[in-house]
């Protein structure tokens, strides 16, 4: 699948990867064995995070963060396939 090309550089770096992609396709992002991401999970999920580091800096939001993971899961879903329903905690 080819890169995308959004007003979002976050986006755009995460579609860049074939892992990504390919996680994303299934309904996840990020590699953890808890309901929750944890200080010694950055390094596995560092495709995930350098993007956010680069272009949202140390001090963005929660809410800003699910704008791009929202924009990029329904770029990277299967066409045809539901939205996947998760509610912020």
Do not use: C, Q
Not at 21 to 41: C, F, Q, S
């Amino acid at each position: 699948m080819p890169s995308m090309s959004l007003a979002s550089g976050v986006a755009d770096m995460w579609s860049k990867s074939d892992t990504l992609l390919a996680r994303a396709g299934k309904g996840y992002m990020v590699l953890t064995p808890n309901d929750h991401i944890g200080r010694e999970d950055l390094i596995t999920n560092e495709d995930v995070v350098i993007p956010v580091l680069k272009h949202l800096g140390m001090r963005t939001t929660v809410d800003t963060i699910h704008e791009h993971v929202e924009l990029f899961m329904h770029w990277a879903r299967p066409r045809g396939k539901p939205n996947i329903k998760r509610p912020l905690a």
